[in-house]
């Protein structure tokens, strides 16, 4: 091994994680298997809670964020059993049955867990429901959800203008809309969607490009009705179903893959197989993104598992090289922004990474940080108002720098510092474990010389 990988106590409350590639030849090989995925790992677990029966879920993420989800629906009533990656089992209270909590309901630092859980709270009459997160997250704007929410008759007090948490709901009997988001989340959608289970008669949500359909597709397996406008990007859910408990498969995450799949592509000699990878459609926008790059990537033993398309992905080592990213492809990867403009630093030629302002207000603002943390570190990166623009070649050397408690910039520091010269600290490195526990484990494990 000629790299160096270590862990250690940074204060009483975070960690730094050392990377010294003390010898050039290092690469990535072998098979790896990921965490589940985030987004499917939450929903499982909130649609389970809310469902008639017993759901059983294989393959669930243990990292903080769906512990978060886990614990407020315990809260609420359900029956959820100790949370492992072999077998959860939900018990649900059935649609309409959440109870009021004793509690403050605390979703932590993901945005998913409130967001989403906001439309099913707003939409439980007579019943008074007060939700918070952690100081990150009581930064992020909530308003995206609150307005649609309101729009249905919902009422929910909060700081700002009702725009942060902690947040007060007081369940209503709410109304049939039809909410033309401005923005293209799922989060929004998904959170209209939710409210929409309880209301007698149609939810409709119109977004202006297609993002990620993890929610329309388990609600189907649970037992709704959908109608899915693929040429205006919308979705209509038909209110009242009666949602039954299911068998719930987890893929692993492509936005973990997404980490590996450029450590192999920027480090010489490398040939990477990472098992069982959702390729959702609505997800894939880093793999067009990084073949868009000419990077060396394959799929192998594509499938269906549990309704969501499943693949072996194999990845190695070429010359990158610099495009554009942007539009209609943002929403299918925004989670990958920061990894990408890592591939974007050892890229030939310039990359330019374009309406990706929603990135500014996720658990960091990960345009500032990336461009000052890669910055130190010797990349020729400039922050735009809505992205980035990376012109590859400068050898990264190793420096000093933060993940701002934000774990998809932790990681994308990571696999920098692989290929840089000399060694990087990475401070609040633990961020990490929000969606990848064993992240550092894996990366000491893939790495040969």
Known sequence: MSSSIVSTQDTEHSQKLLINPTASGITVKGSITIPGDKSISHRALMLGAIATGETVIEGLLLG?????????????GAEISELNSQQVVVQGVGLGNLQEPQDILDAGNSGTTIRLMLGLLASHPDRLFMVTGDHSLRSRPMSRVVKPLEQMGATIWG????????LAVKGQQLQPTHYHSPIASAQVKSCVLLAGLMVDGKTTVTEP?????????????????LEIDSDSNSVTLI???????????????ISSAAFWLVAGAILPGSNLLI???????????VLEALEMMEADISRENERMVAGEPVADLRVKSSQLQGCEIAGDLIPRLIDEIPILAVAAAFAKGTTVIKDAAELRVKESDRLAVMATELGKMGANIKELPDGLEITGGNDLKGAEVDSFTDHRIAMSLAIAALNAQGKTTIHRAEAASISYPNFVSTLTEVLTS
């Open 64 to 76: 903080e964020d769906p512990r978060s989800t886990a614990a407020c629906f315990r809260s609420m």
């Open 209 to 225: 490009a297609l993002s990620r359909d993890h929610s329309e597709r388990m609600l189907q397996a649970f037992g709704a009705t």
């Open 275 to 285: 098992n069982n990878v959702g390729v959702n459609p609505t997800r894939t926008g």
């Open 159 to 166: 700081r700002q203008d009702n725009s942060l948490a902690p």
């Open 239 to 253: 209110g009242k179903p009666r949602l039954q408990g299911q068998k719930v498969i987890v893929p692993g995450d």
